[in-house]
């Protein structure tokens, strides 16, 4: 629990004025690390902050003022680390460093904590978080102790934050799942956050296209089905949550975002849990692909990027293979590339070039990296490992990573000072891992790693050795003569529990461990008798510490186990002694089993008035214990109390007040003058044992941390080591005045015992030297000779090393090692068994004879008489066991038979309520009849009987519509009665016709044949007057009543009458004493049937059973009359058998008819049933409409409510937004008015200039007013270019501003100088002008600040109206949106939903799905279609004739004009005939045509010329072939010389390049820009001036032809013009 705020200032006053001191504090990051400045790095570690010098790697340490140290931040540029405290209403803390004093604390509004911290790269400020209940992110300026601005962001859990470097009006914060981007806006002195969260990606690296499911419109509509609402809408949400409801399947996850870092460009560079790297624009929140995963090969790789389009531009070529899931954990941005790290442990640098990136990797550490971190001048990485170990890496040089730190892979368990106390000391890991320091400094000297989770750690006082008790059971003995080298030379497994406690007796003799179920262990202490294990003994709870006292005369140790039993919740001391001739003659005081003899131990055991956590013990008897439920410190005197069998409880005899909060403990100094306490708060308190009285208290570790786990003095009392629970850190203190008494006392005492144990820690040591190397198999006492040679050979690879899993999976295949309780064990019934073998078998002997002697009793026991048999529990030698047998029998059966008996009551309760539900509250039972020859079941209709409310409910809507039909009765009665009276007959007419109309309306618009099946339509509305909401409720009621037969007047007292009758039937049949007395007198019978007689028997003559030899005459008649008759009797059956079989094969044909006559009569039930399920289903598809409908009213409503509700949301957002242009707008105004104030102002110092000085002579008032003018040279910055920095060095704006200023001031300093003053000035003079002008100058720099600030408030005011617009805009929409919903909502209430009835066939719709689309149709009658059907085929047929005979008229003209087309053809073919005719000219081959006789053989012969001469050019073009190849050969020989010269010169160019590149290097450091500038600008000015020439000739050569043209048009006037004559 947390220490109250007066507890925790008392603390503070008490610890003002402690005696102690930190010496050094020992511990690892956890990704806090950060550079201070270029050679010193720092860390958080509990509640101090370690500074690590990269050279000396000397560590500073600096406490936190109150308590643990929360969040943290270093700003390597400024020198200054920030860090917050972990108590209610926590404060930031800023500090310098290396002065480490206190510059700044910045008090907040966070309540519980800070979780985040960040410097900005540029300018004075500090960016936090705190976590619940604010959650709020708040920027400070850390120079002036102001908070800015801040804002709460809830709920919202963040992981990292940090400025962009080039902009400190800029900062990301990230979480597990989001990234936000958030800008700082200033208006003059006022700071505004505004927010802009980032669009992630999916998993799978694919853009994600959200949009805002409450205001965005679906693509399509449903006609049929009504308006597609939103998802909210459906859900039923109206406020908050209905703008981000989004269902379950379209909730896609998007990536987890682990870290991020700025780029030199303000981009962001994002790693993500999926491994893949993000690049986000900061501006427009564009969100890119960079990197999907690290590969494994370590190898350079070349990528390109692409943007998230698709899956398939994800693939990278070279990458599918050998690709692992790598978490980026780290980044940082370099110059060169970027930097990336995470779980696989490898340092990446992606170099982005253009559209590819290049992967490279620089460094293995061989664990996950958390934090990559780079000095200020980044000439050094800083790589941060997940267990704390650090690593300095320069990416410029070829050197290696140099570990600076080395962690442990888990937090400190124990420490303790190795003897004689004042230069060592040791801790050791919960994971095994053990460390010796440098008592001075604290340097660590060496590692050893047990490979084994450690419980405990001690040192023991005769010897250099170092005990360390495992979970295992193992204690590890440890060689620590050689600190540099130290080596485990010995290892003892006492028990398979773990060992909770380790300790040493003053003397050094014995080792005492503790173990779980309250075993405690004595081990020789001393090397050279290898820590042989004396004996053990069991103590009646667990152990929860030990505590011994030795006397030097006797050499006798008393050791006090403390014990808290769970049964008497109180405290139980066990006090017992170990004599020396424990190690003398060890048989003698312990027995065979290693048990130590309790008259050689003498235990004693006393009862606490309180439950204690931890006790000690002084030698005078005195018992100090820590109560464990309060915060009590306990102190009871023994030495008077006398020893019971059982003890007594014993009363404390002093009780304080810890002042500590939570469990803790209690120890003594070695010279049991001090006693410290420690708790779960963190805080030691030191008091004096006689009085109790603090006197000194650190705050070394907090109660967020868990607390002190352990607490150590050191032997001369000068030093105490303290490590935390959960902190990780190891502090060791020393007092502040060394010559104080109790100081120099316990140092004397010390001294005193050194003396005594000086010649036992020398040959101790010497013994401990010459000990072997401890191996897993150096000691084995496996059984089989095969698991002997595993051990060895495991014994043969050292460089192997086991841990528990190794060891546990061959304890699984083989025997293992043995404990040492087992190996004892083992031996004593060795022993047993050899002592006692002959007796064994005496006792064996014997039971098989007494066995045989039962067995025989037993059988002769059989064969007695049944009064003499002994029970058979006579003979069981066991009675007690048989008893217990049948018990434990007794109690499974009852068990078994209770679960079954539950189970059966079980069933019986699901029983009674189905039956219940299903059959008792059924009004209507179900039944059903099947038919008797074929497979047609009829069920009848269950019904639960109708309740009270909800017969209420129909006879209150039968009644409104009772109502309703009588309103609208008198209603039409009314608008009758207005209308103009027309005549009786017409009126008469017209009522029969409604009459007849009303009757026969027509079942499809009733939308089912309920009106067929008993059902009544009348009270049911039309469908077509369902518009509101509560007409909809009644109809569905009323489709839900009960349809009953209807019954006649006649037909209800028939039946009635018919009823009764049954009933007297019924009652006459229970008691009718004529058949009682018929059946008693006459067996129910009034004659004797012939079947009766049938069935009687012929008795046979008693003779029958003589001889028939022997009978009479007599006899013979009567047999032969018996003969005869049986005879008769056997006819008379033979004839009933046949007439009975007749009659029975009419029976059959008869129920053969009448079942299937029944049969007959349930098919046609089944088919009425088959009906009425359709109509039922017909009805229900109405009730389902209704529903429906009723449901997207609901929806609709729900829609419209949140609507409104974001409306009036937007409305305050709305007048906040107003109000804010508001104040902006003023404020500038303000500003503006201020601005031109000073501008004014400005003005009238230049203008006054000469009134001022109008004393001065006119020739030197203008030089003066030149001067007056002048200003130095604005300073340049000037760009290192060698620096490794990507953001460049970019101070903070208000600190450019101040270095400008001063090198203005500096400037004018040099101008004021009288050498400048002008000739014939006096000096008085000047000095007035140079005041007036740096009064001017002064002035024209707070304008230009003045300018500066009134523009940056102008874009803050645009920026407010532009939020106004926006808000403005989505009012709008939201308008618009309401609008179009209420027209939705009139469009379904006036468009309805109405069910029809259409015959099968008469549907010609052309549809592809299963139900027609009627979303265009419209219902008219049939008439209507019939007559417009005949209209339109007569006039179909008036326009196929008028069509006829237009077409045939059409034809007519078509075929005249076609003939008069051909005519002018033919007119116009004869003109150009004789056109050509008269033109024709008579050439010489006309001539010759018409003169020579034989003008084909002419042309043969002009043929074969013509063919010769072919010939010959076809041979003269074969060979000028041949010549071209000849020299295409020749050229190709060329080609290929030339090539092979081109190579050559592609490797020369290549070198060129390199030189080039060299020298452009050389070109940009040698800062030659300027003339590269120069020579660029000229070469710029040839080419515009070879532009302007280029165009210049362009038009000249234009006009030129433009000339030519003209030229040309008139020489063609000069010629005589010749035209065709028309004839």
Same mark, same amino acid.
């Given at each position: 629990?947390?220490?109250?705020?007066?507890?925790?200032?008392?603390?503070?006053?008490?610890?003002?004025?402690?005696?102690?001191?930190?010496?050094?504090?020992?511990?690892?990051?956890?990704?806090?690390?950060?550079?201070?400045?270029?050679?010193?790095?720092?860390?958080?570690?509990?509640?101090? &902050?370690?500074?690590?010098?990269?050279?000396?790697?000397?560590?500073?340490?600096?406490?936190?003022?109150?308590?643990?140290?929360?969040?943290?931040?270093?700003?390597?540029?400024?020198?200054?680390?920030?860090?917050?405290?972990?108590?209610?209403?926590?404060?930031?803390?800023?500090?310098?460093?290396?002065?480490?004093?206190?510059?700044?604390?910045?008090?907040?509004?966070?309540?519980?904590?800070?979780?985040?911290?960040?410097?900005?790269?540029?300018?004075?400020?500090?960016?936090?978080?705190?976590?619940?209940?604010?959650?709020?992110?708040?920027?400070?300026?850390?120079?002036?102790?102001?908070?800015?601005?801040?804002?709460?962001?809830?709920?919202?859990?963040?992981?990292?934050?940090?400025?962009?470097?080039?902009?400190?009006?800029?900062?990301?914060?990230?979480?597990?799942?989001?990234?936000?981007?958030?800008?700082?806006?200033?208006?003059?002195?006022?700071?505004?956050?505004?927010?802009?969260?980032?669009?992630?990606?999916?998993?799978?690296?694919?853009?994600?296209?959200?949009?805002?499911?409450?205001?965005?419109?679906?693509?399509?509509?449903?006609?049929?089905?009504?308006?597609?609402?939103?998802?909210?809408?459906?859900?039923?949400?109206?406020?908050?949550?209905?703008?981000?409801?989004?269902?379950?399947? !379209?909730?896609?996850?998007?990536?987890?975002?682990?870290?991020?870092?700025?780029?030199?460009?303000?981009?962001?560079?994002?790693?993500?849990?999926?491994?893949?790297?993000?690049?986000?624009?900061?501006?427009?929140?564009?969100?890119?692909?960079?990197?999907?995963?690290?590969?494994?090969?370590?190898?350079?790789?070349?990528?390109?990027?692409?943007?998230?389009?698709?899956?398939?531009?994800?693939?990278?070529?070279?990458?599918?293979?050998?690709?692992?899931?790598?978490?980026?954990?780290?980044?940082?941005?370099?110059?060169?590339?970027?930097?990336?790290?995470?779980?696989?442990?490898?340092?990446?640098?992606?170099?982005?070039?253009?559209?590819?990136?290049?992967?490279?990797?620089?460094?293995?550490?061989?664990?996950?990296?958390?934090?990559?971190?780079?000095?200020?001048?980044?000439?050094?990485?800083?790589?941060?490992?997940?267990?704390?170990?650090?690593?300095?890496?320069?990416?410029?040089?070829?050197?290696?990573?140099?570990?600076?730190?080395?962690?442990?892979?888990?937090?400190?368990?124990?420490?303790?000072?190795?003897?004689?106390?004042?230069?060592?000391?040791?801790?050791?890991?919960?994971?095994?891992?053990?460390?010796?320091?440098?008592?001075?400094?604290?340097?660590?000297?060496?590692?050893?790693?047990?490979?084994?989770?450690?419980?405990?750690?001690?040192?023991?006082?005769?010897?250099?050795?170092?005990?360390?008790?495992?979970?295992?059971?193992?204690?590890?003995?440890?060689?620590?003569?050689?600190?540099?080298?130290?080596?485990?030379?010995?290892?003892?497994?006492?028990?398979?529990?773990?060992?909770?406690?380790?300790?040493?007796?003053?003397?050094?003799?014995?080792?005492?461990?503790?173990?779980?179920?309250?075993?405690?262990?004595?081990?020789?202490?001393?090397?050279?008798?290898?820590?042989?294990?004396?004996?053990?003994?069991?103590?009646?709870?667990?152990?929860?510490?030990?505590?011994?006292?030795?006397?030097?005369?006797?050499?006798?140790?008393?050791?006090?186990?403390?014990?808290?039993?769970?049964?008497?919740?109180?405290?139980?001391?066990?006090?017992?002694?170990?004599?020396?001739?424990?190690?003398?003659?060890?048989?003698?005081?312990?027995?065979?089993?290693?048990?130590?003899?309790?008259?050689?131990?003498?235990?004693?055991?006393?009862?606490?008035?309180?439950?204690?956590?931890?006790?000690?013990?002084?030698?005078?008897?005195?018992?100090?214990?820590?109560?464990?439920?309060?915060?009590?410190?306990?102190?009871?005197?023994?030495?008077?109390?006398?020893?019971?069998?059982?003890?007594?409880?014993?009363?404390?005899?002093?009780?304080?007040?810890?002042?500590?909060?939570?469990?803790?403990?209690?120890?003594?100094?070695?010279?049991?003058?001090?006693?410290?306490?420690?708790?779960?708060?963190?805080?030691?308190?030191?008091?004096?044992?006689?009085?109790?009285?603090?006197?000194?208290?650190?705050?070394?570790?907090?109660?967020?941390?868990?607390?002190?786990?352990?607490?150590?003095?050191?032997?001369?009392?000068?030093?105490?080591? &303290?490590?935390?629970?959960?902190?990780?850190?190891?502090?060791?203190?020393?007092?502040?005045?060394?010559?104080?008494?109790?100081?120099?006392?316990?140092?004397?005492?010390?001294?005193?015992?050194?003396?005594?144990?000086?010649?036992?820690?020398?040959?101790?040591?010497?013994?401990?030297?010459?000990?072997?190397?401890?191996?897993?198999?150096?000691?084995?006492?496996?059984?089989?000779?095969?698991?002997?040679?595993?051990?060895?050979?495991?014994?043969?690879?050292?460089?192997?090393?086991?841990?528990?899993?190794?060891?546990?999976?061959?304890?699984?295949?083989?025997?293992?090692?043995?404990?040492?309780?087992?190996?004892?064990?083992?031996?004593?019934?060795?022993?047993?068994?050899?002592?006692?073998?002959?007796?064994?078998?005496?006792?064996?002997?014997?039971?098989?004879?007494?066995?045989?002697?039962?067995?025989?009793?037993?059988?002769?026991?059989?064969?007695?008489?049944?009064?003499?048999?002994?029970?058979?529990?006579?003979?069981?030698?066991?009675?007690?066991?048989?008893?217990?047998?049948?018990?434990?029998?007794?109690?499974?059966?009852?068990?078994?038979?209770?679960?079954?008996?539950?189970?059966?009551?079980?069933?019986?309760?699901?029983?009674?309520?189905?039956?219940?539900?299903?059959?008792?509250?059924?009004?209507?039972?179900?039944?059903?009849?099947?038919?008797?020859?074929?497979?047609?079941?009829?069920?009848?209709?269950?019904?639960?009987?109708?309740?009270?409310?909800?017969?209420?409910?129909?006879?209150?809507?039968?009644?409104?519509?009772?109502?309703?039909?009588?309103?609208?009765?008198?209603?039409?009665?009314?608008?009758?009665?207005?209308?103009?009276?027309?005549?009786?007959?017409?009126?008469?007419?017209?009522?029969?016709?409604?009459?007849?109309?009303?009757?026969?309306?027509?079942?499809?618009?009733?939308?089912?044949?309920?009106?067929?099946?008993?059902?009544?339509?009348?009270?049911?509305?039309?469908?077509? !007057?369902?518009?509101?909401?509560?007409?909809?409720?009644?109809?569905?009621?009323?489709?839900?009543?009960?349809?009953?037969?209807?019954?006649?007047?006649?037909?209800?007292?028939?039946?009635?009458?018919?009823?009764?009758?049954?009933?007297?039937?019924?009652?006459?049949?229970?008691?009718?004493?004529?058949?009682?007395?018929?059946?008693?007198?006459?067996?129910?019978?009034?004659?004797?049937?012939?079947?009766?007689?049938?069935?009687?028997?012929?008795?046979?003559?008693?003779?029958?059973?003589?001889?028939?030899?022997?009978?009479?005459?007599?006899?013979?008649?009567?047999?032969?009359?018996?003969?005869?008759?049986?005879?008769?009797?056997?006819?008379?059956?033979?004839?009933?058998?046949?007439?009975?079989?007749?009659?029975?094969?009419?029976?059959?044909?008869?129920?053969?008819?009448?079942?299937?006559?029944?049969?007959?009569?349930?098919?046609?039930?089944?088919?009425?049933?088959?009906?009425?399920?359709?109509?039922?289903?017909?009805?229900?598809?109405?009730?389902?409409?209704?529903?429906?409908?009723?449901?997207?009213?609901?929806?609709?409503?729900?829609?419209?409510?949140?609507?409104?509700?974001?409306?009036?949301?937007?409305?305050?957002?709305?007048?906040?937004?107003?109000?804010?242009?508001?104040?902006?707008?003023?404020?500038?105004?303000?500003?503006?008015?201020?601005?031109?104030?000073?501008?004014?102002?400005?003005?009238?110092?230049?203008?006054?200039?000469?009134?001022?000085?109008?004393?001065?002579?006119?020739?030197?008032?203008?030089?003066?007013?030149?001067?007056?003018?002048?200003?130095?040279?604005?300073?340049?910055?000037?760009?290192?270019?060698?620096?490794?920095?990507?953001?460049?060095?970019?101070?903070?704006?208000?600190?450019?501003?101040?270095?400008?200023?001063?090198?203005?001031?500096?400037?004018?300093?040099?101008?004021?100088?009288?050498?400048?003053?002008?000739?014939?000035?006096?000096?008085?003079?000047?000095?007035?002008?140079?005041?007036?002008?740096?009064?001017?100058?002064?002035?024209?720099?707070?304008?230009?600040?003045?300018?500066?600030?009134?523009?940056?408030?102008?874009?803050?005011?645009?920026?407010?109206?532009?939020?106004?617009?926006?808000?403005?805009?989505?009012?709008?929409?939201?308008?618009?949106?309401?609008?179009?919903?209420?027209?939705?909502?009139?469009?379904?209430?006036?468009?309805?939903?109405?069910?029809?009835?259409?015959?099968?066939?008469?549907?010609?719709?052309?549809?592809?799905?299963?139900?027609?689309?009627?979303?265009?149709?419209?219902?008219?009658?049939?008439?209507?279609?019939?007559?417009?059907?005949?209209?339109?085929?007569?006039?179909?047929?008036?326009?196929?004739?008028?069509?006829?005979?237009?077409?045939?008229?059409?034809?007519?003209?078509?075929?005249?004009?076609?003939?008069?087309?051909?005519?002018?053809?033919?007119?116009?073919?004869?003109?150009?005939?004789?056109?050509?005719?008269?033109?024709?000219?008579?050439?010489?081959?006309?001539?010759?045509?018409?003169?020579?006789?034989?003008?084909?053989?002419?042309?043969?012969?002009?043929?074969?010329?013509?063919?010769?001469?072919?010939?010959?050019?076809?041979?003269?073009?074969?060979?000028?072939?041949?010549?071209?190849?000849? &020299?295409?050969?020749?050229?190709?020989?060329?080609?290929?010389?030339?090539?092979?010269?081109?190579?050559?010169?592609?490797?020369?160019?290549?070198?060129?390049?390199?030189?080039?590149?060299?020298?452009?290097?050389?070109?940009?450091?040698?800062?030659?820009?300027?003339?590269?500038?120069?020579?660029?600008?000229?070469?710029?000015?040839?080419?515009?001036?070879?532009?302007?020439?280029?165009?210049?000739?362009?038009?000249?050569?234009?006009?030129?032809?433009?000339?030519?043209?003209?030229?040309?048009?008139?020489?063609?006037?000069?010629?005589?013009?010749?035209?065709?004559?028309?004839?």
């Amino acid at each position: 629990m947390e220490p109250s705020g007066a507890d925790e200032a008392d603390r503070l006053l008490t610890a003002a004025a402690a005696r102690v001191e930190v010496r050094w504090v020992q511990g690892f990051p956890s990704r806090n690390v950060g550079f201070v400045n270029h050679e010193t790095i720092c860390y958080p570690c509990g509640n101090y &902050i370690l500074f690590v010098d990269l050279e000396t790697k000397k560590k500073t340490v600096l406490p936190c003022p109150s308590g643990r140290v929360g969040a943290f931040a270093v700003n390597g540029a400024s020198g200054v680390v920030a860090f917050s405290d972990q108590k209610l209403n926590p404060v930031i803390y800023i500090y310098t460093f290396p002065g480490l004093i206190n510059w700044r604390e910045l008090k907040g509004q966070a309540q519980l904590d800070y979780t985040l911290l960040a410097f900005s790269y540029m300018g004075p400020y500090l960016a936090s978080y705190s976590s619940v209940p604010e959650f709020a992110l708040s920027v400070w300026n850390w120079q002036e102790n102001v908070l800015l601005c801040s804002k709460s962001q809830l709920g919202m859990t963040a992981t990292s934050l940090s400025f962009n470097p080039l902009s400190w009006h800029q900062l990301c914060m990230s979480s597990e799942s989001s990234i936000t981007i958030w800008n700082i806006e200033r208006s003059d002195e006022e700071h505004h956050l505004k927010p802009k969260p980032v669009q992630l990606p999916a998993e799978d690296a694919s853009q994600i296209f959200n949009q805002n499911p409450f205001f965005s419109h679906p693509d399509t509509q449903d006609a049929y089905y009504g308006p597609v609402l939103p998802n909210s809408a459906i859900a039923g949400l109206i406020r908050d949550e209905a703008l981000l409801f989004r269902p379950k399947d !379209d909730i896609q996850p998007s990536v987890h975002p682990t870290v991020h870092c700025w780029s030199a460009t303000s981009d962001l560079y994002v790693g993500c849990e999926e491994g893949c790297i993000l690049v986000i624009n900061s501006e427009t929140l564009e969100t890119s692909l960079l990197h999907q995963k690290f590969p494994t090969e370590r190898r350079q790789t070349i990528v390109q990027i692409s943007p998230m389009i698709s899956e398939a531009s994800l693939k990278k070529e070279g990458q599918e293979e050998g690709l692992a899931q790598s978490v980026v954990l780290a980044m940082a941005f370099h110059k060169n590339g970027l930097y990336a790290a995470g779980s696989d442990g490898v340092v990446h640098m992606c170099q982005p070039k253009d559209s590819f990136y290049t992967m490279k990797n620089y460094l293995d550490v061989s664990e996950p990296i958390t934090s990559l971190v780079f000095s200020p001048d980044y000439s050094r990485l800083l790589v941060e490992t997940e267990k704390g170990s650090v690593y300095i890496y320069k990416p410029t040089s070829s050197e290696e990573a140099v570990k600076l730190l080395d962690a442990s892979s888990s937090h400190f368990l124990s420490a303790d000072f190795l003897t004689p106390g004042n230069k060592y000391c040791v801790s050791v890991a919960i994971s095994g891992e053990v460390h010796f320091w440098l008592l001075e400094d604290g340097t660590c000297i060496s590692k050893l790693s047990l490979n084994k989770q450690a419980t405990a750690l001690v040192c023991c006082p005769s010897s250099h050795t170092v005990a360390v008790g495992t979970k295992t059971g193992h204690v590890h003995f440890i060689d620590a003569t050689k600190v540099n080298t130290p080596r485990v030379v010995h290892r003892v497994l006492l028990t398979h529990f773990p060992v909770l406690c380790l300790n040493y007796d003053e003397g050094g003799q014995y080792l005492i461990a503790g173990a779980a179920e309250g075993h405690i262990f004595i081990l020789d202490a001393r090397p050279s008798k290898l820590f042989q294990v004396l004996g053990y003994l069991v103590l009646s709870s667990e152990v929860l510490g030990l505590s011994t006292v030795y006397d030097k005369d006797t050499e006798l140790v008393e050791v006090m186990a403390l014990l808290c039993p769970a049964d008497i919740r109180r405290a139980r001391l066990e006090i017992f002694c170990l004599p020396s001739t424990l190690t003398i003659d060890n048989d003698e005081c312990v027995d065979e089993r290693g048990l130590l003899k309790e008259n050689i131990i003498q235990k004693q055991q006393y009862e606490l008035d309180y439950p204690l956590s931890s006790a000690v013990r002084q030698k005078d008897g005195t018992i100090y214990g820590y109560c464990s439920h309060a915060p009590f410190i306990c102190k009871y005197n023994l030495a008077s109390k006398k020893i019971l069998k059982d003890p007594t409880v014993v009363f404390s005899e002093e009780r304080i007040q810890s002042n500590q909060s939570g469990r803790g403990f209690l120890s003594l100094s070695p010279n049991n003058r001090w006693l410290a306490s420690v708790a779960e708060d963190g805080v030691l308190f030191i008091r004096d044992a006689a009085t109790l009285e603090t006197f000194a208290q650190a705050h070394c570790h907090s109660y967020q941390g868990g607390g002190i786990r352990s607490l150590a003095f050191s032997k001369d009392g000068q030093s105490m080591l &303290i490590n935390g629970v959960e902190d990780g850190a190891l502090v060791c203190l020393k007092w502040k005045m060394a010559g104080d008494d109790d100081i120099k006392e316990a140092d004397e005492y010390w001294q005193s015992t050194l003396a005594v144990l000086n010649n036992s820690i020398y040959s101790e040591n010497n013994v401990l030297k010459s000990m072997r190397d401890w191996h897993v198999a150096s000691k084995s006492i496996l059984p089989s000779s095969s698991e002997k040679g595993h051990k060895e050979k495991l014994q043969r690879q050292p460089s192997v090393e086991l841990t528990d899993e190794d060891e546990s999976f061959i304890n699984s295949v083989s025997i293992g090692e043995m404990t040492w309780m087992k190996q004892k064990i083992q031996k004593a019934i060795e022993e047993e068994t050899k002592k006692f073998a002959d007796k064994k078998k005496e006792l064996k002997k014997g039971i098989k004879s007494l066995r045989k002697t039962i067995q025989e009793m037993m059988h002769e026991n059989e064969q007695v008489p049944e009064i003499e048999k002994l029970d058979q529990q006579e003979f069981n030698l066991d009675a007690e066991e048989q008893e217990r047998l049948q018990l434990e029998s007794e109690q499974e059966v009852a068990r078994v038979r209770k679960e079954i008996e539950m189970e059966n009551l079980a069933n019986c309760y699901l029983r009674d309520v189905l039956k219940q539900q299903c059959w008792d509250s059924m009004s209507v039972k179900g039944r059903a009849i099947k038919c008797f020859h074929a497979a047609y079941e009829v069920k009848n209709y269950p019904m639960k009987e109708r309740g009270k409310e909800e017969l209420e409910t129909l006879e209150k809507v039968l009644q409104l519509k009772k109502i309703e039909c009588a309103d609208l009765k008198i209603r039409k009665e009314i608008i009758e009665f207005q209308l103009p009276t027309v005549s009786s007959k017409e009126e008469g007419e017209k009522v029969e016709e409604d009459v007849v109309a009303d009757e026969t309306t027509p079942i499809a618009l009733i939308g089912s044949l309920s009106s067929q099946y008993g059902g009544d339509t009348a009270v049911l509305y039309p469908q077509m !007057d369902l518009h509101t909401r509560e007409q909809k409720i009644n109809q569905i009621i009323l489709l839900q009543i009960k349809v009953e037969k209807y019954l006649t007047p006649q037909q209800r007292a028939k039946a009635e009458m018919m009823a009764k009758l049954e009933m007297q039937r019924r009652l006459a049949a229970q008691d009718n004493a004529r058949q009682r007395a018929l059946n008693d007198m006459m067996d129910g019978v009034l004659e004797v049937k012939k079947e009766d007689i049938l069935k009687m028997e012929i008795p046979p003559p008693p003779f029958i059973s003589k001889p028939d030899t022997l009978w009479s005459e007599e006899e013979k008649k009567i047999f032969k009359e018996y003969e005869k008759k049986v005879k008769e009797l056997n006819e008379e059956r033979d004839k009933h058998r046949k007439i009975l079989e007749t009659e029975l094969k009419k029976l059959q044909t008869a129920i053969q008819e009448t079942t299937q006559s029944f049969d007959d009569t349930v098919c046609k039930l089944f088919e009425k049933k088959v009906k009425s399920e359709m109509v039922i289903c017909q009805e229900e598809l109405k009730i389902n409409s209704l529903l429906y409908s009723l449901l997207l009213d609901e929806e609709l409503s729900t829609r419209e409510a949140g609507l409104h509700y974001f409306l009036e949301k937007k409305r305050k957002e709305k007048l906040s937004t107003a109000e804010a242009v508001q104040i902006a707008r003023r404020q500038v105004d303000a500003y503006r008015e201020t601005y031109d104030n000073l501008v004014a102002e400005d003005k009238i110092l230049e203008r006054g200039f000469r009134k001022e000085f109008s004393d001065v002579p006119m020739h030197l008032i203008d030089q003066l007013f030149k001067l007056y003018k002048r200003r130095p040279r604005a300073q340049k910055m000037k760009m290192h270019l060698d620096t490794a920095n990507p953001y460049g060095d970019r101070p903070g704006s208000a600190k450019a501003y101040k270095d400008a200023l001063d090198h203005l001031m500096r400037a004018m300093n040099e101008l004021d100088n009288p050498e400048n003053m002008p000739e014939g000035l006096d000096l008085p003079v000047w000095e007035r002008f140079c005041s007036a002008r740096r009064t001017k100058v002064e002035s024209e720099q707070l304008v230009k600040r003045k300018a500066l600030t009134l523009a940056e408030m102008q874009a803050f005011l645009q920026r407010r109206i532009e939020d106004d617009e926006k808000i403005k805009k989505d009012i709008d929409n939201i308008f618009s949106e309401v609008n179009l919903l209420q027209e939705q909502k009139m469009r379904f209430q006036l468009d309805l939903t109405v069910q029809f009835l259409l015959k099968q066939g008469q549907v010609e719709l052309e549809s592809s799905e299963l139900i027609p689309d009627y979303t265009d149709a419209i219902l008219i009658n049939k008439s209507v279609i019939e007559e417009l059907n005949c209209t339109i085929r007569a006039q179909g047929e008036k326009k196929i004739a008028s069509m006829v005979e237009c077409k045939d008229f059409s034809k007519g003209i078509f075929q005249l004009e076609w003939e008069h087309k051909k005519m002018k053809m033919q007119m116009e073919d004869l003109n150009q005939k004789a056109r050509d005719i008269q033109t024709l000219r008579v050439s010489k081959d006309r001539q010759l045509f018409l003169n020579v006789l034989n003008y084909d053989s002419r042309v043969n012969h002009q043929v074969s010329v013509l063919e010769q001469t072919l010939g010959v050019m076809d041979k003269l073009h074969k060979e000028k072939v041949k010549k071209c190849q000849k &020299i295409i050969k020749d050229l190709e020989k060329r080609i290929s010389l030339k090539e092979q010269a081109n190579y050559k010169l592609s490797l020369e160019l290549q070198e060129m390049l390199v030189s080039v590149s060299e020298r452009r290097h050389i070109f940009e450091a040698a800062d030659t820009q300027p003339a590269s500038e120069k020579i660029a600008k000229e070469h710029y000015q040839d080419i515009v001036q070879r532009r302007r020439l280029v165009d210049l000739a362009k038009g000249q050569a234009q006009e030129i032809a433009i000339l030519q043209a003209e030229v040309a048009r008139l020489r063609m006037k000069t010629f005589p013009a010749l035209y065709e004559v028309e004839y």
